[in-house]
């Protein structure tokens, strides 16, 4: 997130350094498998048009500014960190200014074409431009003798705790590639330790990845190749390592992985076992996310992530991808499960829990998709009204059984994909809670720079002022309109009750305007706020006048 503001270099952090108050020597002494390559001449690794990259051999290692890119999934956004976290320990400087600095580091994603086309455009600026360049994520574990790739320092997705030994090895010169799988007893586990350093995008949040890789075989997907098979942490590792978020600040933590359903199955336990040891330890006034889940590993916990989610400090809000509303295509998927079992995952926790926001994916155009199978599409769509909607057009991915598949024309996937977001844009998610008063925990910056951003229980996006004391606080605010993608809310009194939810009587809200200006008149937002003002007053008064009898 880049809603926190930061200046442009990080300065050193005083608590990763002593976390890490190691030597060199020692820092490498356990290291195995170290495959090191001298560079080779310019006309074998890169165009000879390209500038020569400057070497900094005789230069004092860790005093150097590194840039670091992330494209994709939470998952890969916490091993960003944890890889900024190690080298702001060993004293590197890190810039959000990509021409101040020595060595980019750009951390991959493999899912979709454009995220690896602008990850191969961002190689080719930093070569041109004369930057040491460092690419991690899973387009190189994936892809590993990729041409784009070649002479370029990599980082597998499991080895991010040797970061430091790759950028200092590629300022120098050398080209290093770490790759392989961490094990424990013959088993994959979930990947670097969780106790390394960190340095958060938003200080505020901590993303914790409980497993890596996944155990389905979908037809698409290529993360899988980069991933692998699932390796999950242990449970108590995951406990501490959210114990001392908290202690350090954090107020909202997200849990992530491939699939956060399958959590546990290869060491004896299970996702629930897991959720119900963290909620011991969030503190009151924090809130836990839960990561994407697929439907054939949580309909078996349904009952225990009801309860779950029907926690006080967990949002309740769970993405569940279904990616299409017709069986055939799920089969040629290999998604492992129908549509009735995504809509008996739906149905049961809007029945179970109150408010319940359940994201979903969808992907027109997959190879066999025909008119019929997407309007099932359509129709499960046009059943459920999903407030969080992610509508993504069919890409082939190399290597992946769907990529030999016959394709559907171009004009075909994207006129499905324009009448489905042509459908998601008719109706509004949000505004039967225009006057209800909620309580949300800020921790962003809107991208327009004019509003805090919180969320509420069920992770409704909610704009409030931008005022001092706020952040990382929660907040109870009236909601006095709302849009597609948010709701704004008026902040109260800190008087008002936490449990005061329920929609004030109508006859104190019939002035306020439901929906957002489209003409965005001043008079109309003014009047927007004086009748905002006027119904905080009253509900203050009336919660004050309850209290006295």
């Given at each position: ?8 270099i ?8 002593s ?6 020597k ?9 495959t090191?390559?001298?560079k080779r ?6 165009p ?25 999934c ?13 080298l702001a ?41 004369g ?27 499991q080895?991010?705790d ?33 106790a ?9 949040i ?13 037809t ?15 449970p ?24 956060t ?10 996702l ?11 503190p009151?006034?924090c809130?836990?996310?839960?990561g ?30 279904v990616q ?7 089969l040629?998927?290999?998604r ?25 994916d969808?992907?027109?155009g ?23 909607l ?6 082939p991915r190399p ?10 024309p ?5 006129k ?6 042509d ?7 949000y ?46 605010v ?6 597609k993608?948010?709701?704004?809310g008026?902040?109260?009194d ?8 329920n ?8 002035g306020i ?6 003409t ?10 004086i009748?905002?003002v ?16």
């Open positions: 997130m880049s809603s926190v503001p930061c200046s442009d990080i300065e050193d952090i005083e608590d990763l350094i976390s890490q108050d190691i030597t060199p020692e820092r490498y002494s356990t290291k195995k498998n170290v090191v390559r001298a001449k310019k006309s074998d690794s890169i000879p048009q390209l500038p020569e990259v400057t070497n900094l051999s005789s230069i004092i290692p860790g005093t150097q500014t590194i840039y670091i890119k992330t494209w994709g939470t998952h890969n956004s916490s091993d960003s960190e944890y890889m900024a976290g190690q320990s060993y004293g590197y400087n890190l810039t959000s200014t990509k021409e101040v600095a020595d060595l980019w580091l750009l951390n991959s994603c493999t899912v979709k074409n454009p995220a690896e086309d602008h990850f191969r455009n961002e190689i080719e600026l930093g070569r041109k431009t930057k040491h360049v460092v690419v991690a994520g899973c387009v190189p574990q994936g892809a590993p003798k990729s041409g784009f790739l070649s002479g370029l320092s990599v980082i597998g997705v080895q991010i040797r970061v430091v030994e790759v950028v200092e090895e590629t300022l120098k010169g050398n080209s290093v590639r770490f790759f392989g799988q961490k094990k424990e007893g013959g088993k994959k586990v979930g990947g670097a330790s969780l390394l350093p960190k340095v958060r995008r938003n200080p505020l901590e993303i914790i990845a409980i497993n890596t890789g996944c155990l389905n075989q979908c698409y997907c290529k993360t899988k190749h980069a991933r692998g098979e699932l390796g999950s942490y242990k108590e590792e995951i406990v501490e390592r959210a114990k001392q978020a908290f202690s350090e600040g954090v107020c909202e933590l997200w849990l992530t992985s491939e699939d359903g399958t959590y546990g199955r290869d060491i004896g336990t299970s629930p076992e897991l959720l119900w040891q963290l909620v011991e330890v969030i009151e006034g809130m836990m996310r839960i994407m889940t697929n439907p054939p590993y949580i309909l078996e916990h349904l009952q225990e992530v009801a309860k779950i989610l029907k926690h006080p400090r967990v949002y309740s809000f769970l993405h569940v991808p299409s509303g017709s069986d055939q295509v799920l040629d998927m290999k492992e499960y129908s549509c009735s079992d995504f809509e008996k995952v739906v149905n049961f926790l809007r029945s179970e829990v109150p408010g319940v926001t359940i994201a979903t969808i992907i027109c997959f190879p066999t998709e025909t008119d019929k199978d997407f309007e099932d599409t359509m129709k499960l769509c046009e059943r459920y009204k999903f407030p969080s992610f509508i993504n057009q069919y890409y290597g992946t059984p769907a990529a030999r598949m016959p394709r559907v171009a004009r075909d996937v994207k499905r994909t324009k009448k489905l977001s459908f998601f844009h008719t109706y509004e998610p505004a039967h809670e225009v006057g209800q008063v909620q309580q949300v925990l800020v921790t962003e910056i809107s991208h327009d720079k004019k509003h805090f951003v919180g969320h509420n229980k069920a992770y409704e996006q909610v704009l409030v002022p931008m005022r001092e004391g706020f952040m990382g606080k929660m907040v109870t009236l909601i006095i309109s709302a849009g993608y948010s709701i704004k008026e902040p109260l800190e008087g008002v009750s936490p449990s005061l939810r929609p004030l009587p109508k006859g104190i809200i019939s305007i439901l929906q957002e200006s489209k965005n008149s001043p008079s109309r937002f003014g009047l927007v706020a009748v905002a006027l119904v905080a007053v009253v509900a203050r008064f009336l919660w004050k006048f309850l209290t006295i009898f």
